[in-house]
């Protein structure tokens, strides 16, 4: 009831039942809880903050609780509001090439058998190593699966903005270290000279 009396920031990454379950305690006596789980992220009265992009949203926090975006999400939108700055981005269509981390060590042990260690396959639904497995999380009604959404739906609400974004998950067989390639549709035209110099000035960004 007490445990965070004195607690000023509570960074939580136990899972979303975890969050919720503890949330009312962590934030009883002021405490900010900063959330890593997706237990929050579109609850409207919880700020979703990526820093570089809408660092002031995290001011704003009705319920004491500021969420953490997905993995995928964070990394492209540093990348998109380079971008937004010249020109509002109209649509996205993103491929994301996840490592075993974003599924958590028994994921990371599975790709042992590289090692030439017997492993179970259970982690996933086909084994990992010397393969890809073009899902992440489960198919929702509309085709896309849970993680593709996660990028459209967060996306927005972090940038403020009718943007659409269609993107493609994949596990590739690397321990870590994410990545993804970002085909953006802008309202005004921009050159190649601008996408770099944008770039090189971005916050969080480096252009190699």
């Given at each position: 009831?007490?445990?965070?009396?004195?607690?000023?920031?509570?960074?939580?990454?136990?899972?979303?039942?975890?969050?919720?379950?503890?949330?009312?305690?962590?934030?009883?006596?002021?405490?900010?809880?900063?959330?890593?789980?997706?237990?929050?992220?579109?609850?409207?009265?919880?700020?979703?903050?990526?820093?570089?992009?809408?660092?002031?949203?995290?001011?704003?926090?009705?319920?004491?609780?500021?969420?953490?975006?997905?993995?995928?999400?964070?990394?492209?939108?540093?990348?998109?509001?380079?971008?937004?700055?010249?020109?509002?981005?109209?649509?996205?269509?993103?491929?994301?090439?996840?490592?075993?981390?974003?599924?958590?060590?028994?994921?990371?042990?599975?790709?042992?058998?590289?090692?030439?260690?017997?492993?179970?396959?259970?982690?996933?639904?086909?084994?990992?190593?010397?393969?890809?497995?073009?899902?992440?999380?489960?198919?929702?009604?509309?085709?896309?699966?849970?993680?593709?959404?996660?990028?459209?739906?967060?996306?927005?609400?972090?940038?403020?903005?009718?943007?659409?974004?269609?993107?493609?998950?994949?596990?590739?067989?690397?321990?870590?270290a994410h990545s993804e390639s970002i085909w953006?549709?802008?309202?005004?035209?921009?050159?190649?000279?601008?996408?770099?110099?944008?770039?090189?000035?971005?916050?969080?960004?480096?252009?190699?």
């Open positions: 009831n007490d445990d965070f009396k004195d607690v000023d920031i509570a960074f939580t990454s136990a899972g979303g039942d975890t969050s919720q379950e503890f949330a009312e305690t962590i934030t009883k006596y002021g405490a900010v809880m900063i959330d890593n789980s997706s237990a929050f992220r579109m609850d409207p009265d919880v700020p979703l903050v990526v820093p570089e992009c809408n660092a002031k949203d995290a001011l704003n926090r009705p319920r004491g609780i500021i969420a953490n975006p997905n993995c995928t999400t964070i990394m492209m939108v540093v990348a998109l509001q380079a971008f937004e700055n010249i020109s509002h981005i109209k649509r996205v269509h993103v491929s994301s090439y996840q490592a075993a981390s974003g599924a958590g060590q028994a994921a990371m042990d599975e790709l042992q058998v590289l090692a030439g260690e017997p492993v179970k396959v259970e982690k996933f639904a086909y084994q990992l190593a010397y393969n890809v497995i073009p899902q992440i999380d489960v198919f929702t009604d509309n085709g896309y699966t849970k993680e593709e959404m996660k990028m459209y739906n967060e996306t927005k609400k972090i940038m403020h903005s009718d943007i659409e974004v269609s993107a493609m998950c994949v596990r590739v067989p690397a321990l870590r953006i549709e802008t309202e005004q035209p921009i050159s190649v000279e601008q996408a770099r110099k944008a770039i090189e000035e971005g916050e969080g960004l480096v252009l190699m």
